[in-house]
């Protein structure tokens, strides 16, 4: 059996699942240094995410992502805040499981839901939605997405989420790859 390398995590879930928090966390914890991916992004490309969803499109946007994301390949010892879609473009996703330890953080809809409605504004998938718009974009693509979230090496609640015991998974046990199996 072939194990995930636990030099890199990638923190992956649905926007507002509160990747980057968690992140911080882990990071001071293990002490590793963190990332947050669209902080990256808005970095190499000199623009905000909603100006370069604006200007190049979604398409423009996936591929700065996927681009910024293999970036850190190399790297050790870090924590890497990934975007909401980022394990489902190209091949983000098996690029992930190779390269280090993917923890899916797990909401339920609802939760998403109110963490989003005042966060909608700031995030160019969601902006110009009515409630039950917003409600039904994320039934739908939290329905697309969770099939690629669910394939990390550890999925954990995001309601109940403790940093604690988390890190010592993270730092003693043996973490089975499901891409390397
Ligand atoms: C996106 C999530 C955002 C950002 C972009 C697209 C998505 O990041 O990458 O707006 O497709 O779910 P967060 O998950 O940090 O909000």
Known sequence: MVF??????YLIGFMGSGKSTLGKKIARSL????FDLDQA????????VSSIFQTQGEIGFRLL????????????????ATGGGTPCFYHNMEMMLQNGCCVYI??????LYQ?????????????????EELRDYIHELLLQR?????????????MSVDTNSLVGVLKHK????????
């Open 4 to 9: 995930a390398k636990k030099d890199k995590l």
């Open 31 to 34: 002490n590793y240094e963190f």
């Open 41 to 48: 992004i808005e970095s190499y490309a000199g623009a905000s």
């Open 65 to 80: 992502e996927s681009e910024c994301l293999s970036h850190f390949n190399n790297n050790k010892n870090i924590v890497i």
């Open 106 to 111: 797990k909401m339920p809809e609802g939760a």
């Open 115 to 131: 963490r989003l409605y005042k966060a909608s504004p700031k995030r160019p998938l969601l902006v110009d939605k009515n409630e």
């Open 146 to 158: 969770e099939e690629t979230y669910l394939k990390s090496h550890l999925i954990i609640d995001g």
């Open 174 to 181: 043996m973490i089975p790859n499901p891409a390397l199996r």
